[in-house]
């Protein structure tokens, strides 16, 4: 698309107004932005033609646009949730995260991450008396060679057992949402709940948008992760539970197979601390870390 169209920039077939409008912008001092302002003109033009936009129409997604910004604040993002549902999020992270071996696969940030309040030891409870299935999570970091990566920090967050994060709760403090510390093995461990699927917010317009298309709102079962250390790209990950119904068919379309995982049953254990603990699930994994590219 890209090609075909800057390729019509320079065909004598171009609109008039779009050809003006792309060369108002030719004087730029900044070339990135002269570009990326010239191709967003060029593709706007070109949609709103293809479609032959009525007035009312650009009405609407004026008022759209309006209402979607009204609605974020320092807790809610409706913009993000809007990149997401649109795929957006998920082709602007595959332009910027290209697997290679040894590194895991990248996902949507989402529009609940915020950063916990403190590091949180490790072996730790982070449901308290949230209810739910028990969680055991034991992951190592590592980078592409299978060396642990010590020292780096873990952020976990993750929905309860209703699909609610705790951002989304009024007074609501800090649940299910921790940052762990890598040990010299680069593991972390923690004790969490199983999550479940969940419906992205629909008291919004990205709501209304997904009720006016047919789309329904559910996310498949998932924990975030976001871990980073100096001297390497930070990872922001899900994985997600295998076997849910909406593995498929993503609100947001964040799931990759390498990221579906498949907590085993343990009829009993003990936590980090020694305290007994009855039937729950375990879930092992590596995260594989990617080294920043040289400054150049
Ligand atoms: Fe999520």
């Known amino acids: 698309m890209t090609a075909r169209v800057s390729a019509m920039a320079d065909h004598e077939a171009l609109n008039p107004l779009t050809r003006q409008v792309v060369a108002s912008f030719e004087a730029a001092p900044d070339p990135r932005l002269r570009q990326v302002m010239q191709s967003l003109v060029m593709h706007l033009h ?23 910004g009204q609605k974020c604040d320092d807790k809610r993002q409706e913009f993000i949730l809007l990149s997401d549902t649109l795929g957006l999020s998920m082709l602007v992270d595959a332009i910027n995260h290209k697997t290679t071996g040894g ?52 952020d976990v967050w993750q929905a309860d057992d209703d699909g609610y994060y705790d951002v989304q709760k009024p007074g609501q403090t800090e649940n299910l949402r921790a940052r762990f510390r890598t040990d010299a093995e680069g593991r972390v461990s923690f004790w969490s709940i199983v999550p479940t699927s969940y419906p992205i917010p629909t008291d919004g317009p990205v709501g209304r948008m997904l009720g006016a298309v047919g789309r329904h709102p559910y996310r498949p079962a998932h924990v975030h992760f976001m871990i980073g250390k100096d001297g390497y790209e930070t990872l922001v990950t899900h994985l997600f539970m295998a076997g849910d119904a909406y593995l498929h068919s993503d609100a947001v379309f964040g799931v990759k197979d390498e990221l579906i995982v498949t907590p085993l049953d343990v009829a009993e254990g003990a936590t980090e601390a020694g305290d007994r603990v009855g039937p729950h699930k375990r879930l092992d994994y590596v995260f594989g870390l990617r080294p920043s590219a040289p400054a150049a």
Do not use: C, K, N, R
């Open 103 to 154: 590194v895991t696969e990248t996902t949507v940030l989402g529009p609940f991450y915020v950063p916990p309040l403190a590091e949180t030891p490790s072996g730790s409870d982070i449901a308290g008396d949230t209810e739910g299935t028990p969680l055991h999570v034991v992951a190592q970091v590592t980078s592409p060679d299978g060396a642990p990566v010590a020292d780096a920090w873990v």
């Open 46 to 68: 070109a949609f709103a033609e293809d479609v032959q936009l009525t007035m009312s129409e650009w009405e609407a997604a004026i008022g759209f646009l309006t209402q979607t």
